[in-house]
């Protein structure tokens, strides 16, 4: 499931900004500081990094950024979590987690992302007890109760704590207040796990992820920044973010492009001429 906003329009969502976001840091700061330490669940996207940012800054080292490692969790997105939190000095530490051996994430049916959830609160939980730790936290922001998130339910059922929420942040707000702070991540691109490239219904396997990750890798090499390559078995559906797609649909370019997706392992490649969205794949909800 995405679980990240697209950076398109961010700079000038800015310049909109009903009211100076900084009174809402001060109350996230203040909330963070009421958990008395906390484990962050990290992935390095722009609220995930912003969030563990802030508990280092108001809990130092009573805070524990915790990012989970599983073959839905990119080499990419791995090397972008540990650059951050090691330039912020952040305490950090990996995890494994295994939602590949539930045969209901597997079946990748709407509920995946509840299953995937579930396991990380659960590893992120015993991380908490084991370490004495005061409460686990997540990067839920106030613009995310807009849209079909079940991993939310999880975090509901484990008490995982919101404190972006809480404060009241928007995405908007997350990207000026990290933009503010020197944040390498203020303007990341939009982050999910791989598994949300794979149409529900359609088994997530270990094998697909990692073409799609190959795939993904093969168009940052051309300089994309920010793409998905979605799973339709065979078919692999590219989007690019809207102001990029001129450039991909270039004859040469979209020439060199399917050609190098097929060498991942896709046996036809479509440009999808929509762009990039966040959650493409919940369209197909809506007709059921």
Same mark, same amino acid.
């Given at each position: 499931?995405?679980?990240?906003?697209?950076?398109?329009?961010?700079?000038? @969502?800015?310049?909109?900004?009903?009211?100076?976001?900084?009174?809402?840091?001060?109350?996230?700061?203040?909330?963070? %500081?009421?958990?008395?330490?906390?484990?962050?669940?990290?992935?390095?996207?722009?609220?995930?990094?912003? /969030?563990?940012?802030?508990?280092?800054? *108001?809990?130092?080292?009573?805070?524990?950024?915790?990012?989970?490692?599983?073959?839905?969790?990119? *080499?990419?997105?791995?090397?972008?979590?540990?650059?951050?939190? %090691?330039?912020?000095?952040?305490?950090?530490?990996?995890?494994?987690?295994?939602?590949?051996?539930?045969?209901?994430?597997?079946?990748?049916?709407?509920?995946?992302?509840?299953?995937?959830?579930?396991?990380?609160?659960?590893? /992120?939980?015993?991380?908490?007890?084991?370490?004495?730790?005061?409460?686990?936290?997540?990067?839920?922001?106030?613009?995310?109760?807009?849209?079909?998130?079940?991993?939310?339910?999880?975090?509901?059922?484990?008490?995982?704590?919101?404190?972006?929420?809480?404060?009241?942040?928007?995405?908007?707000?997350?990207?000026?207040?990290?933009?503010?702070?020197?944040?390498?991540?203020?303007?990341?691109? *939009?982050?999910?796990?791989?598994?949300?490239?794979?149409?529900?219904?359609?088994?997530?396997?270990?094998?697909? /992820?990692?073409?799609?990750?190959?795939?993904?890798?093969?168009?940052?090499?051309?300089?994309?920044?920010?793409?998905?390559?979605?799973?339709?078995?065979?078919?692999?559906?590219?989007?690019? *973010?809207?102001?990029?797609?001129?450039?991909?649909?270039?004859? @040469?370019?979209?020439?060199?492009?399917?050609?190098?997706?097929?060498?991942?392992?896709?046996?036809?490649?479509?440009? @999808? /001429?929509?762009?990039?969205?966040?959650?493409?794949?919940?369209?197909?909800?809506?007709?059921?």
């Amino acid at each position: 499931m995405e679980n990240e906003m697209e950076i398109q329009g961010t700079r000038k @969502d800015f310049a909109s900004l009903p009211i100076d976001p900084g009174e809402k840091q001060e109350k996230l700061k203040g909330r963070l %500081r009421e958990l008395g330490s906390a484990v962050v669940a990290f992935s390095g996207g722009a609220d995930s990094a912003y /969030l563990a940012w802030m508990a280092h800054q *108001a809990l130092g080292e009573r805070a524990l950024a915790v990012t989970a490692l599983s073959p839905s969790f990119s *080499a990419h997105d791995r090397e972008q979590a540990e650059t951050f939190a %090691r330039r912020e000095n952040l305490r950090h530490e990996f995890v494994e987690t295994h939602e590949f051996e539930n045969p209901l994430y597997v079946m990748n049916q709407a509920d995946r992302c509840y299953h995937c959830k579930t396991e990380l609160f659960g590893v /992120l939980a015993k991380v908490r007890a084991e370490r004495g730790f005061g409460a686990v936290t997540y990067g839920m922001n106030a613009d995310d109760r807009k849209d079909f998130r079940p991993g939310h339910r999880a975090a509901s059922e484990f008490g995982v704590v919101a404190p972006l929420l809480d404060a009241g942040l928007t995405k908007a707000e997350i990207r000026e207040l990290s933009r503010r702070a020197g944040l390498a991540t203020w303007d990341r691109p *939009a982050s999910a796990c791989l598994s949300s490239r794979v149409p529900y219904g359609m088994p997530v396997t270990v094998e697909n /992820l990692s073409r799609v990750e190959q795939a993904e890798n093969a168009l940052r090499e051309f300089g994309f920044r920010q793409v998905r390559v979605r799973s339709h078995g065979e078919l692999a559906r590219i989007e690019i *973010a809207p102001d990029e797609l001129p450039r991909a649909l270039q004859a @040469d370019m979209a020439e060199t492009l399917a050609a190098r997706i097929r060498e991942t392992g896709f046996t036809y490649v479509t440009l @999808d /001429l929509e762009g990039y969205r966040q959650g493409s794949l919940n369209a197909a909800l809506k007709k059921r």
